[in-house]
């Protein structure tokens, strides 16, 4: 997917003109104030280079899944504080597209407006042409820098990029799309993708387009359960997809020896009773006792083929990482793409609960992508709806 990028716009081209923006702001919130800003922070290098070049600024985002139009729960305005501090520029905020074309045309060169969720304007979810148009009229070009929302096809992301041109990407889209796209398409190997979660379901096509790419795929999470029942092997009550078996079984027999599962786990009798967890191989799982983390021989074993890998991407974690101690083997996955990327490797991380969990040490990883469900579907080659709208370099 080569699409012209920012950088390919000639500087004529924007100063003085109004660059509307579509960036995923869609950052967590905790009584009004935000709890994370990497979304803000991964937007900064496209913000700041419209307005060292003299461009009038317009943003877009969305904001949550608001229910019923506007939501005081769900307004951007709760960001304006940490954008600006961010951006260490003033914001105008505008609360209704349809009347913010006048304040638009009067921003100073390098001025930042951001205009309300788009998602509390019927239409944008359905991609409405009026919408659509609605937003092109805040612009002079288009520069979307979403990648988080790139797999859906809305009025903000679609539908304007065939109204307003030129329609390029961002900074952010367009270091999105070259991980990502190299690791799938010119991955140096071996190349190794370790995937987790709690469900094959979710990820059935990201497997299914890897196994033909990759010298290696990595099992852990609790979609392993179902890989090793289809082994016939007894996992306790671990989380299992008794409908997707016979689909693990067809994967098994698939992948010649590519998939790689756990050769032990960390059990105990339930989440809450953590104190009395330990390690087993997986043949012999206590019944009525679950896995919740891969086990110490796994995290050796999956670090030594992690050390060797060229090129590595990482989508979902190990085990219920969000509670200790089992959190130790996605720790481990971290820490061994650490490595290999001082090795030399190629490491992407894929986002969603993946990016939560290499939290600080993203400035060691070649890639941390800021896409949960875009990642996913990007992974699976589908086409994208807000990328393909963009020209083509």
Not at 55 to 74: A, C, M, N, T, W
Not at 154 to 170: F, I, N, Q, R, Y
Not at 322 to 340: C, H, K, N, S, Y
Request: with cysteine; proline share 6%; hydrophobic share 45%.
């Amino acid at each position: 997917m080569k699409k012209r990028s920012l950088r390919d716009l000639p500087a004529e081209a924007l100063a003085g003109k109004r660059a509307l923006v579509r960036e995923d702001f869609n950052v967590p919130l905790k009584d009004g104030v935000v709890t994370d800003d990497g979304r803000l922070r991964a937007a900064l290098p496209t913000l700041t280079y419209l307005r060292e070049k003299g461009s009038r600024v317009v943003i877009l985002s969305h904001l949550g899944r608001p229910k019923q139009g506007p939501d005081p729960k769900y307004s951007l305005r709760q960001i304006v504080r940490d954008l600006e501090r961010l951006l260490g520029a003033p914001i105008e905020f505008l609360p209704d597209p349809a009347q913010g074309v006048p304040a638009t045309r009067q921003l100073p060169r390098g001025g930042v407006a951001l205009v309300e969720n788009t998602r509390f304007w019927p239409g944008e979810e359905t991609n409405d042409p009026a919408l659509a148009r609605t937003f092109a009229a805040l612009g002079d070009f288009y520069v979307n820098d979403a990648f988080g929302s790139a797999h859906r096809a809305h009025a903000s992301t679609e539908g304007v990029a065939h109204l307003l041109k030129p329609a390029v990407a961002g900074f952010l889209m367009e270091k999105e799309l070259k991980y990502l796209g190299e690791a799938l398409h010119q991955p140096k190997r071996p190349f190794v993708a370790v995937v987790g979660g709690a469900k094959i379901s979710g990820k059935i096509d990201v497997l299914e387009a890897l196994l033909p790419r990759v010298d290696e795929i990595l099992i852990g999470g609790a979609m392993a359960c179902t890989f090793l029942v289809a082994m016939g092997l007894s996992v306790g009550k671990s989380l299992v997809e008794a409908d997707r078996v016979a689909l693990a079984k067809v994967l098994l027999a698939r992948s010649g020896a590519k998939l790689i599962l756990p050769r032990g786990a960390v059990v105990a009798p339930a989440l809450d009773r953590a104190a009395e967890s330990r390690e087993v191989l997986v043949d012999a799982i206590p019944d009525g006792w679950a896995i919740y983390d891969i086990d110490q021989t796994t995290r050796h074993d999956f670090r030594a083929r992690l050390l060797r890998a060229r090129t590595i991407i990482w989508n979902g974690p190990m085990g219920v990482f969000e509670t200790p101690p089992f959190d130790a083997g996605t720790r481990a996955i971290a820490q061994a793409l650490v490595d290999a990327g001082v090795k030399g490797a190629v490491t992407v991380v894929g986002g969603g609960d993946s990016a939560a969990a290499v939290a600080g040490l993203e400035d060691k990883l070649t890639h941390v992508s800021t896409g949960g469900g875009a990642t996913l579907e990007f992974l699976e080659g589908k086409v994208l709806p807000g990328i393909a709208a963009l020209e083509d370099a």
